[in-house]
């Protein structure tokens, strides 16, 4: 079992940022990758980006290309998002999630492809 805590969200200005966190504890030596994913009330949960957990390799949704930044802390066992230039349609409860071997660069952005998943973290951008 892994077992992740997300925090960081609150609510800010469009235009502003946000860096949210995800520590890792428990199984964590079986982890290949791990993602952010997001849900807006009424809407489908959406993947925002990737980073495999080994080489660093980094994934991301269209939406977010060249605003959020993942990264990965291993010796913090910890995974980031750094979202600038934050925008309404941003708002979402935002989640992180890790997956064992087995997910692909093909299914990075499934959501079934993942095992385990933090709580969520509210992120609100104001307009």
């Known amino acids: 079992q892994v077992q992740l805590v997300d925090s960081g969200g609150g609510l800010v200005q469009a235009g502003g940022s946000l860096r949210l966190s995800c520590v890792a504890s428990?199984?964590?030596?079986?982890?290949?990758?791990m993602g952010w994913f997001r849900q807006a009330p009424g809407k489908e949960r959406e993947f925002v980006a990737a980073?495999?957990?080994?080489?660093?390799?980094?994934y991301y949704a269209d939406s977010v290309k060249g605003r959020f930044t993942i990264a990965r802390d291993k010796a913090r066992n910890t995974v980031y998002l750094q979202m600038n230039s934050l925008k309404p349609e941003d708002t979402a409860v935002y989640y992180c999630?890790?997956?064992?071997?087995?997910?692909?660069?093909?299914?990075?952005?499934?959501?079934?492809?993942?095992?385990?998943w933090g709580q969520g973290t509210q992120v609100t951008v104001s307009s």
């Open positions: 999630a890790s997956a064992d071997p087995g997910i692909t660069r093909s299914t990075m952005a499934f959501a079934q492809e993942y095992d385990y």
């Open positions: 980073i495999t957990w080994g080489a660093g390799t980094t």
């Open positions: 428990g199984r964590t030596f079986s982890t290949y990758a």
